[in-house]
């Protein structure tokens, strides 16, 4: 009374399945990862520009890290 598929052979396994969807996740892993980096390596580097200023003029790490939260949106960062 039911269907009978028996004999139906796809012409995929279920490892195939899983390899494709691995792979689909892997290349979106690496645009996520792109989108990362660029977002946060600018942050990274600004941090480090006002360190290496803050230690230029003398200021200890307690100084550099005030001065960065208080002045943060005050710098001027593209220069």
Same mark, same amino acid.
């Given at each position: 009374?039911g269907? &009978? $598929?028996? /004999?139906?052979? $796809? @012409?995929?396994?279920v490892l &195939?399945i899983?390899?494709? /969807? !691995? %792979?689909?996740?892997e !290349?979106? /892993?690496?645009?996520?990862l792109?989108?990362?980096? !660029?977002?946060?390596? @600018? #942050?990274?580097v600004?941090?480090?520009?006002?360190?290496?200023?803050?230690?230029?003029?003398g200021?200890?790490? *307690? %100084?550099i890290t005030?001065n =960065? &939260? *208080? &002045?943060f949106h005050? *710098? #001027?960062? =593209?220069?």
């Amino acid at each position: 009374m039911g269907l &009978d $598929l028996s /004999g139906i052979e $796809l @012409p995929f396994s279920v490892l &195939d399945i899983v390899i494709g /969807g !691995l %792979q689909m996740v892997e !290349l979106a /892993g690496a645009f996520a990862l792109l989108a990362l980096s !660029l977002i946060v390596a @600018p #942050k990274i580097v600004r941090f480090a520009k006002i360190v290496v200023e803050g230690r230029e003029n003398g200021e200890s790490w *307690r %100084q550099i890290t005030n001065n =960065y &939260d *208080r &002045d943060f949106h005050k *710098r #001027k960062f =593209y220069e």
